[in-house]
């Protein structure tokens, strides 16, 4: 993923007002991600429990989707949908999103388990390992593992336009 701007970040969500892509909290960190190792930039904001957001480029333009999940986890081991990484406790959550436009604005929603932290593409790589969880041995590349991020990830934005 090349490097994005707050800016860039701001201006790309397609399932919240632009009012509340202003208000939303964005990471200050931009400069220092491993954009080399990134499919996606995930963040949580440290404001309001609960709520994170992914920005995702895609067909050469960036995508940004705003999330949220109950907090505390359930205590079992379960696994992410996209990265198909396995946590114990609370590091994978049911991530819900409304959908964009006018089924968004009256309540619909779609949502896909995800690893909490949002960094699907670091265990893809295996430059993160889970605290108490694991990946299932596989005979896929790293390459081929962040090529599967992306297309769930995909798969997860196209149903927020069905």
Not at 65 to 72: D, F, I, N, Q
């Amino acid at each position: 993923m090349d490097p994005v701007t707050e800016r860039d970040i701001r201006s790309s969500f397609v399932n919240c007002s632009k009012g509340e892509a202003k208000r939303l909290s964005v990471p200050r960190d931009l400069t220092e991600r491993p954009w080399g190792d990134l499919d996606f930039l995930g963040w949580t904001d440290p404001s309001y429990p609960g709520r994170c957001y992914v920005t995702v480029p895609r067909d050469g333009e960036l995508v940004s989707v705003a999330l949220r999940h109950e907090t505390g986890g359930s205590g079992k081991t379960q696994m992410c949908a996209i990265c198909l990484t396995a946590h114990t406790g609370g590091g994978v959550v049911l991530m819900t999103a409304n959908k964009a436009g006018e089924s968004g604005r009256r309540g619909n929603t779609v949502g896909s388990y995800m690893c909490t932290d949002l960094a699907c593409s670091l265990y893809a790589r295996n430059k993160k390992r889970p605290a108490l969880g694991s990946r299932y041995r596989e005979d896929l590349t790293p390459e081929e593992k962040a090529r599967r991020v992306r297309e769930n990830l995909f798969a997860f934005l196209d149903r927020l336009y069905t």
